[in-house]
């Protein structure tokens, strides 16, 4: 026992489907051959009848005993072990490819086979062959997948695939047949899913909360989109629980509204106090201004950054700040935690706020709100572990053309940023590097700055590593023109006259990031164009990129293309990978994983 758990550790597994899922690579199958099949491995009763040394090499002549015929085997690393072995005379079972060579048979190192009758599978994994073998034998038992909560057609495909009677009980050509295939898709999702549901805990909540939103939405410039409505009363239905401390993720695209879902919550949370964090001050202060502009005058809301005068927060409604907040130590305990931008921060950051407020095993609501829009598989995944929110629309169609050019374009992208300029809108260039490098084939952020200086009046430049970064932008915001920059852009500031934008090297970059930088232009209604720059030949993940704007979709394409390898930047949302199921593909699937996990317990 004291063994296995070992064992276990060193595979890295935690569940008993885990090691059912470690599948054979190939296996080993020594069932006598029914008849001879050429340019394939067969396996034969031989009889040595003569043997000969001929440069260095060892031919040894076979008798089949079945079908009487001929076959010749050279043998080419030849040691005395060899001669021994085949001497004339003895009685082999061969294994090997079988050739035919005018007329006459042959199969190149043939192996003589100890145990006739024995598919052995192999396992690629760190431990020994026997090792892996006992494992499954003592653990993978129908009895115990039972158990687990498979149904008797999954049980009998993990064991014929581990257990094979024959070969073709599990392999068509070579691979796993699809219904096989499809039993290993679900019971990937359905022992993720399991794992999930083993991890949720619930808590009670500090308290139900049920404030009115009406002052709040009635004052609105417009009327909320339904995903905006049907979120919000998603939320509504979770705070007004005492019982279970609200635990929701909302996922939407860049645009979507998120912050009035933010600002209702804080009018349901009202007379209590709502929390929020950003992962920026810049971003901060916007949500601050948003807040000031759009809740009613009564609710007091006040701003916490690091060396910024915080005022008297304690006694507001609604507190926003940076990861500031955490290092507060006179922070009132707040009945709901919010998280903006969530995935910029660090799964402890996030959870270190939700902490801070709770007591007495009693927790604050909390909501998180993601830009990275998922797919939605990955959404029905994660759901298992926390409530999820997708707001797949945006409130406004946005007008972005995406274009992918190339170095003839320059002079016609010159002439474009001259128009915009002109227009008192402004333009973003986004360089892969600060500085050159001999492996990234476009000039670099420090390289071109020079000739958009000479070119171009009011050109700021900033980078994700550069101190002066969010000052840079603010000034910009006002003064700017052009904005050469990295990727640091990504998230956060909203710049409403930003019409243009070029990502140099688009090609490297993943699909989640592109969509995350196109999401900078044409914020507020104007027409703006997305200019993908790349040296390389036609790219079929960029022409696909250019044709759709919805997050979700990209999120969906991403997948698809995620094993593409020219992506660099490693932005596809961290989400399982799974060896048999496909997430761009496998809904269906997931979806009675569901089912399958709930009806299970
Ligand atoms: P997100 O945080 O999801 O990126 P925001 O909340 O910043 O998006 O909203 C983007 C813009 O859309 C803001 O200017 C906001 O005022 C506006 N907006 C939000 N909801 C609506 C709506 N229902 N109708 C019109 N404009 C809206
Ligand atoms: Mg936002």
């Known amino acids: 026992m004291e063994e296995a758990k070992q064992l276990f550790k060193k595979l890295k597994i935690h569940s008993l489907l885990d090691l059912a899922l470690i599948i054979p690579s190939s296996y080993n199958d020594t069932t006598l051959s029914s008849t001879l099949k050429l340019g394939k491995v067969n396996t034969l009763e031989a009889k040595v009848v003569d043997t000969s040394v001929y440069h260095g090499k060892l031919r040894v002549t076979f008798n089949l005993t079945r079908s009487g015929r001929r076959l010749s085997s050279t043998f080419f690393r030849v040691t005395p072990y060899h001669h021994k072995l085949f001497e004339t005379g003895s009685n082999h079972v061969i294994q090997g490819k079988l050739e035919e060579y005018k007329g006459y048979l042959q199969m190149v190192q043939p192996k003589s086979i100890k145990q006739v009758g024995r598919i052995t599978p192999k396992y690629k994994t760190v431990l020994k062959e026997s090792e892996i073998a006992s494992l499954l034998e003592v653990y993978v038992t129908e009895k115990n997948l039972f158990n687990e909560g498979l149904d008797s057609k999954e049980v009998a495909t993990l064991m014929h695939i581990h257990f094979p009677k024959s070969l073709e009980e599990v392999y068509e050509n070579g691979v796993f047949k699809p219904d096989l295939v499809d039993v290993l898709k679900f019971v990937e999702a359905f022992n993720h899913l399991k794992k999930l549901r083993g991890k949720k805990v619930d808590f009670p909540a500090l308290r139900a909360l049920k404030g009115d939103i009406k002052p709040f939405v009635e004052n609105l410039p417009f009327t909320l989109t339904a995903e905006q409505k049907e979120v919000i009363t998603q939320i509504q239905i979770d705070l007004a629980s005492e019982e279970r401390a609200a635990k929701r993720m909302v996922v939407g695209d860049v645009g979507s509204g998120k912050t009035m879902v933010i600002l209702a919550s804080v009018m349901m949370a009202l007379p209590y106090k709502s929390i929020l964090m950003a992962p920026t001050s810049l971003l901060a202060l916007q949500l601050y201004e948003e807040a000031c502009k759009h809740l009613p005058k009564d609710v007091k809301v006040a701003l916490v950054m690091q060396g910024k005068d915080e005022g008297n927060y304690a006694q507001a409604d609604f507190i926003i700040g940076t990861h500031a907040l955490l290092y507060k130590e006179d922070l009132p305990q707040a009945s709901l935690v919010m998280v903006d931008e969530q995935h910029r921060f660090g799964t402890k950051q996030r959870q270190s706020l939700e902490a801070l407020m709770s007591g007495e095993g009693k927790k604050p609501h909390f909501i998180q709100f993601s830009a990275t829009p998922i797919p939605r598989t990955q959404a029905m995944m994660e759901s298992e572990l926390l409530d999820v929110s997708l707001i797949t629309t945006t409130p406004f169609e946005r007008e972005v053309l995406t274009q992918t050019i190339s170095r003839q374009d320059f002079p ?40 958009w200086e000479s070119k171009f009046e009011n050109v700021y430049v900033t980078h994700g590593k550069d101190k002066q970064k969010e000052e840079i932008l603010l000034e910009f915001r006002e003064k700017g023109d052009i904005l050469l920059a990295t990727t640091v852009v990504e998230v956060g500031i909203s710049l409403p006259r930003l019409t243009l934008i070029v990502i140099v090297g688009a090609e490297r970059l993943g699909l989640a990031t592109l969509h995350q930088l196109r999401g900078r232009v044409g914020r507020n209604g104007l027409k703006s164009w997305c200019y993908l720059y790349s040296n390389t030949q036609a790219n079929d993940r960029l022409t696909q990129f250019t044709k759709t704007t919805n997050g979700f979709d990209i999120a969906k394409l991403d997948l698809k293309f995620r094993d593409s390898g020219d992506i660099l930047d490693g932005t596809m949302q961290s989400g399982q990978r799974f060896k048999w199921l496909d997430m761009a593909e496998d809904e269906k699937v997931v979806e009675y994983a569901k089912v399958r996990v709930k009806s299970a317990y």
């Open 412 to 451: 016609d992208l010159l002439t474009h940023i001259k128009e915009e300029i002109a227009q008192k809108h402004q333009v973003l260039i986004i360089y892969p590097l600060v500085e050159e490098s001999s492996e990234v084939p476009y000039q670099s952020l420090d390289e071109s700055r020079e000739f």
